[in-house]
């Protein structure tokens, strides 16, 4: 139940707009289609959980905005699921995290088989920042199989942090290119060797920054029809690439470019 709830983020176009939803007496427009953010960070706490709720109320009321689900990635440890889901009528889905994978992955298959069927929908690693690491060792295959065989989602994993393009540099990005598209390969290895894995890119894999990256997103896209990529902090740096390049790839993938907003607790919680 909770794949399939998932799944339904991950069939909606960009903006997550599904017309399905618009009844016959209020025609589908940008104000009636539901909004599901599948990178958003929760921190878990019921009354935390609960502001989330208010801002769903206050943007419903005041903008005709529906939020119909948020899926959050603030692992690693979850609230009482059971809980989660009788208060917020699932619309709250969770997922668990792993930071540091110098050392491997952090859960085994069998402690990722546990948390999902008490109801994670995901698991969010991120290689992307760490020198050294090969995010297509070996010793990862077992995990990314069992997630395969049980249908749990990638969620947000973060591949390669950018590396800064026309003299831009943000703490914590790769310097050198060499780096980030060798962290980009071994995601695609991965991708390779695991069709069935279900993937939800952060960033647009972060291949947004010049129209050569954003044509590679788009083979990217064309080659593995399991990946599928959020906007989540991307919108103020597309102005680097070409519009009519950009339109036809948001276009052509519509239904794989999903809305997200990288937002946190810290955003609008005292």
Not at 173 to 185: C, G, K, M
Not at 235 to 250: A, G, H, I, S
């Amino acid at each position: 139940m909770h794949h399939l709830r998932l799944r339904l983020a991950l069939t909606a176009i960009v903006l997550l707009c599904v017309p399905a939803f618009a009844s016959a007496e209020s025609p589908f427009t940008l104000s009636t289609m539901p909004r599901v953010d599948v990178h958003a960070h929760i921190r878990p706490d019921w009354d935390v959980i609960d502001q989330y709720m208010e801002l769903r109320d206050a943007l419903k009321e005041e903008h005709d905005v529906e939020m119909a689900m948020w899926v959050s990635l603030n692992g690693p440890q979850p609230p009482d699921l059971e809980e989660l889901k009788a208060r917020y009528n699932g619309r709250i889905l969770w997922t668990i995290s792993d930071y540091k994978i110098a050392d491997g992955l952090k859960f085994s298959p069998q402690e990722l088989e546990d948390w999902h069927k008490r109801g994670v929908v995901g698991f969010k690693f991120y290689p992307g920042w760490q020198p050294g690491v090969r995010i297509d060792h070996p010793d990862n295959e077992p995990t990314f199989a069992k997630m395969e065989e049980i249908g749990m989602i990638a969620a947000s994993p973060h591949v390669a942090n950018p590396c800064g393009i026309y003299g831009r540099r943000t703490s914590g990005w790769i310097p050198d290119p060499v780096v980030f598209w060798q962290h980009q390969r071994r995601w695609e290895n991965v991708l390779a060797k695991h069709p069935k894995l279900v993937v939800v890119n952060a960033h647009m894999l972060w291949l947004c920054y010049s129209d050569e990256q954003l044509d590679y997103l788009r083979y990217m896209l064309t080659t593995y029809p399991n990946l599928n990529v959020d906007i989540a902090t991307t919108p103020e740096l597309l102005y680097f690439v070409d519009r009519d390049n950009l339109r036809d790839l948001m276009i052509e993938y519509a239904d794989r470019i999903l809305f997200g907003t990288d937002m946190g607790t810290k955003w609008f919680c005292p």
